[in-house]
């Protein structure tokens, strides 16, 4: 018979009716209440790596939500706009500080560069008004660019020669900087939707004399592009109409990209002298330092948890090598290692949860004061913690009661 | 049930040491049922035997097999049924715990494996004279009434071999008869076997098989 099959038949037996015996009596020959101080540094300093931890993941998920708006990045990718930088030198020589599509071509070929698409603007030019609604007038660009370019693109926002209005993304900037002015000027400050609403009138006026008015209507508000934006085939038409030629060079290009910050594509930007429009970076920089420093605080707490275990350990290390003597004569009375380290782990289970849980209540504390008193209960935060804490939460307490068990199984099959 | 013990001798033995032993360096099988008697002055390896035997020291040369399983292929696990459940033993040296009482003491060894109900501790303590004692922590003690203790402990669980290392050392010759009187009967009660190793041979003790170390 093998050792294996003793262990079965043994355990057919009615002898082994084992699984009734309590920790009771054994429990007073673990000297756990000596030694306290070290048991409550490491539940301390366990309980503020926990708390770093959590409140990280929290305030990274925060910053992601609050950033998502500004943020410039689409499915993974950057876009960019550039222009040419006027210097003295090339003042007035609009070839100069135009991109031809020769440039446009090399820019293509880069392979930090995902694609390109000039900024085509105006050749005539364009007169802006309210019509009755407001006392507004203005002279105006409009630009296009490829659809794919924009970050909204409302089903709206196509034209056909003969159709009177024309769609308008506007910069969501432009409606911002004008509910700067307004009040100065006697103007009511505007929301987004009622912008929407206005009709305006947009009149284009080219070479001999030729002048038709159409009515504009806001469509969107773009994030991304700094600018009045019509479709192509819009601004292709009237370039023709009205100054008989199709727009060949462009000021602004946009470039697509998946990393903005990519040193080759900043080494070459920087060669050929172009300017880089770090405005609609800043969101996505500023994105990176918080989710820098939040990434730091988060492996700060992860360090912390290390060192309050590792604490632990010395205390669980102290505690068996005080009971030694009656480990050893529990194991020689006949105990099982395997039920022993399980019973003395087991009792440091309720101290890991409470730990954990109070860890997250104080994260859903500070949530809440963030979201209340320090966000004004922002429509992008929500005061309930995030689904990835209490899922962090959970990991932790297994995390903390494997290594514990782990470690007692070690210290009790040494005797 | 057997114990078997083959070509058995502590490695810190010499061979020449076991010339004249009935036990080292033999082929001997101790069946359930037989009262075997050790007799061996200090020195010869009288506890060593009995720590060999109860798995608890493996520095031997020769195999200890239980039922044909050698008892130094016992994993941890093993090793602890094998005590919980097979086998007994008073440890020459007692092996209290100091700060339980004697009731504790007793309980937790009972409780792995109970042979008897809590309420037996009660009435045995009371057949070997130290009922009034159990609630004393065991340290306070006095060795004689320790020794009964330990006794005790050993009758709580089921066994098919009870290992005696010098139980008696401590009691006086009545308290000594009480004693073995309960174990024998206890020992009849399992159809198990004692392995009773002494200094000399003691006349209360009705051994099958009589050895020499």
């Known amino acids: ?415 | 049930m057997q114990l078997r013990i083959q070509n058995l001798l502590p490695s810190f033995f010499k061979k020449e040491s076991a010339l004249e032993s009935e036990i080292w360096r033999k082929d001997l099988s101790f069946e359930k049922g037989e009262l075997i008697k050790i007799v061996a002055p200090s020195g010869k390896g009288k506890s060593s035997l009995m720590n060999f035997l109860y798995g608890m020291r493996h520095d031997y040369n020769g195999t200890i097999s239980y039922d044909d399983h050698d008892l130094r292929r016992f994993d941890r696990e093993q090793l602890a049924r094998y005590r919980k459940d097979y086998i007994s033993i008073v440890f020459q040296d007692l092996r209290l715990f100091p700060n339980q009482s004697v009731f504790d003491n007793i309980e937790i060894k009972r409780q792995l494996n109970p042979f008897h109900t809590s309420e037996k501790i009660r009435e045995m303590t009371a057949r070997l004279g130290i009922e009034d004692k159990l609630g004393v922590v065991s340290s306070q003690c006095s060795y004689g009434e320790q020794q009964r203790v330990a006794i005790i402990r050993a009758l709580m669980q089921p066994f098919d071999f009870l290992l005696l290392d010098e139980p008696f050392s401590h009691l006086d010759e009545a308290n000594a008869e009480r004693a073995m009187k309960l174990m024998l009967e206890e020992t009849r009660l399992r159809s198990a076997s004692i392995v009773f190793a002494d200094l000399e041979r003691i006349d209360f003790y009705p051994y099958t098989k009589l050895f020499h170390l």
């Open chain 1, 1 to 415: 018979m093998t050792a294996d099959e003793w262990k079965i038949e043994h355990n057919r037996t009615k002898r082994s009716k084992t699984m009734s015996v309590s920790f009771k009596p054994v429990k007073p020959l673990f000297q756990t209440a000596t030694s306290s101080v070290s048991r409550w540094f490491s539940y301390i300093g366990l309980g503020i790596g926990v708390l770093l931890l959590l409140c990280s993941i929290q305030m990274f998920v925060n910053i992601q939500q609050l950033l998502k708006g500004g943020s410039i990045r689409k499915d993974g990718y950057d876009f960019i706009s550039i222009t040419k930088t006027v210097t003295n030198e090339t003042m007035g020589q609009f070839e100069k500080n135009l991109f031809n599509s020769e440039e446009i071509k090399e820019l293509k070929t880069k392979p930090f560069i995902s694609d390109v698409a000039p900024l085509e603007a105006n050749q005539f030019q364009i007169e802006l008004s309210a019509g009755g609604i407001l006392p507004f007038r203005t002279n105006l660009f409009l630009e296009s660019i490829e659809n794919s370019f924009l970050d909204t693109v409302p089903s709206s926002f196509q034209w056909q020669p003969g159709q009177t209005t024309i769609p308008i993304i506007v910069s969501s900037d432009f409606l911002e900087i004008f509910n700067v002015f307004a009040p100065s000027y006697d103007l009511p400050q505007v929301s987004a939707e009622t912008a929407s609403g206005i009709p305006v009138l947009i009149t284009c006026s080219g070479d001999a004399g030729r002048e038709q008015t159409f009515s504009g209507r806001i469509v969107a508000f773009s994030d991304r592009i700094n600018s009045v934006l019509v479709p192509k085939t819009f601004l292709d038409w009237a370039n023709l109409t009205f100054k008989g030629q199709k727009s060949e060079h462009a000021s602004r290009l946009y470039i697509k990209t998946k990393d903005a910050n990519n040193t080759e594509l900043l080494r070459f930007l920087d060669e050929k002298n172009y300017k880089i429009n770090k405005d609609k970076t800043k969101f996505g920089r500023m994105k990176q330092i918080f989710q820098g420093i939040f990434s730091g605080l988060a492996v700060f707490g992860v360090m912390v948890i290390i060192l309050a275990l590792l604490l632990f350990s010395f205390y669980l290390q102290l505690v068996i090598a005080r009971s030694r003597e009656s480990l050893k004569l529990l194991l020689e009375l006949g105990y099982s290692p395997g039920w022993l380290s399980s019973n003395v782990s087991r009792r440091f289970i309720p101290a890991y949860l409470i730990i954990v849980i109070v860890a997250l209540a104080l994260t859903q504390l500070m949530q809440w004061a963030f979201h209340h008193l320090v966000m004004y209960d922002r429509p992008e935060l929500s005061t309930p913690i995030n689904w990835t804490v209490i899922l962090a939460a959970v990991i932790l307490v297994g995390l903390s009661v494997i290594t514990n068990y782990k470690l007692v199984r070690r210290l009790v099959f040494e005797n």
